[in-house]
């Protein structure tokens, strides 16, 4: 094994060092993967925000839009509130003017 040649090579005392650094190297490798995980899920949490901020922004346009047709709805009522008295007052005016013209 690879461990036993350098214990051959170089001695117990120096196959300890070696192992403790591979160790510790890999302890680094483990808190490194550990970074990117965290990164990567900072990443998705931050998409995630985003996702919402248009989400709600797309309820406010939604709302901005409903306003819009309901302000459009009472334009509309208004306007055919003033064409009815409109009419109403020229059948008024053209049934008085008929009234008058037979008296």
């Known amino acids: 094994m690879e461990i036993d040649r ?3 090579k170089w001695g117990p005392r120096e196959c300890e060092k070696i ?3 591979e160790r510790e190297r890999e ?3 483990e808190r490194e993967r550990e970074r990117e ?3 990567e899920s900072e990443t998705e949490r931050e998409r995630a925000r985003e996702r919402e901020r ?3 922004r797309e309820r406010e346009r939604e709302k901005e839009r409903e306003r819009k047709r309901e302000r459009e709805k ?9 064409l009815y008295h409109t009419i109403t007052i ?3 005016l053209a049934l008085s003017t ?3 013209k037979e008296n």
């Open 6 to 8: 350098y214990e051959e």
């Open 19 to 21: 192992e403790m650094r």
């Open 27 to 29: 302890r680094e490798r």
């Open 37 to 39: 995980r965290e990164r």
């Open 54 to 56: 248009e989400r709600e």
């Open 74 to 82: 009472e334009r509309e009522m208004l306007c055919n509130a003033r």
């Open 90 to 92: 020229a059948v008024d």
């Open 98 to 100: 008929d009234s008058a």
